[in-house]
């Protein structure tokens, strides 16, 4: 009998002190979704219009003029060290000896020239790699600014897509088939980036 009443008494406060749980008349409102903002980026366009990739690719052209005018020289002298060759007797130990030291400069020259095409391509890769990094950087500042949950790269296909790609590696790397217009952010990005050209 007494289990009977404690188990009762268990039961009421149990049921007592649930009650305002269950019996409040207002429950709390759900909380709002929040907005999903998305953006789309075309990357060619942003890398090729982007005020600091000309400037890029001006010190780059100055090199490899650089680089061109100094072997078109060399040539020259090339030229100049053969004519006089073609002068000496080809049996004489004077042209057996030229003729060793044009072969060295002549392929001294090709060395150079491949080794500072080599420096010229590392250092562009190098600069294209930080540009895409101030990109990022920027498009996280723009897209905090204006409340976006995330900006995608996009790469809108060329005009003779089919003659030109690699199929195998556009089904990798393009990840957006398709989007809205609407949600292009690509010239509101430019504007943001270019903002800081110097005047």
């Not at 020259?76 to 049996?91: A, K, R």
Request: glycine letters at 4%.
């Amino acid at each position: 009998m007494k289990r009977a009443i404690a188990f009762s008494l268990a039961a009421v406060i149990g049921v007592t002190a649930a009650q305002p749980v269950f019996s409040q008349d207002d429950p709390a409102p759900a909380a709002a979704p929040a907005v999903t903002k998305i953006g789309f980026l075309d990357i060619r366009t942003t890398f090729k219009d982007y005020w600091k990739r000309e400037n890029i690719e001006k010190g780059l052209r100055a090199r490899t003029d650089a680089l061109e005018e100094s072997v078109g020289k060399q040539k020259n002298q090339l030229e100049e060290l053969g004519e006089e060759l073609q002068t000496l007797n080809e049996g004489s130990p004077e042209y057996q000896q030229r003729r060793r030291d044009l072969e060295m400069i002549r392929f001294q020259i090709k060395f150079d020239q491949e080794d500072e095409m080599r420096r010229i391509q590392t250092d562009a890769r190098r600069k294209e790699a930080l540009l895409y990094k101030d990109i990022v950087r920027e498009c996280q500042a723009f897209g905090e600014e204006n409340g976006y949950t995330a900006i995608f790269l996009s790469s809108p296909l060329s005009p003779n897509f089919e003659k030109e790609a690699d199929l195998d590696l556009v089904v990798a790397t393009r990840a957006v088939l398709w989007h809205d217009d609407r949600a292009d952010v690509t010239p509101a990005v430019l504007e943001f980036l270019n903002a800081g050209r110097p005047k």
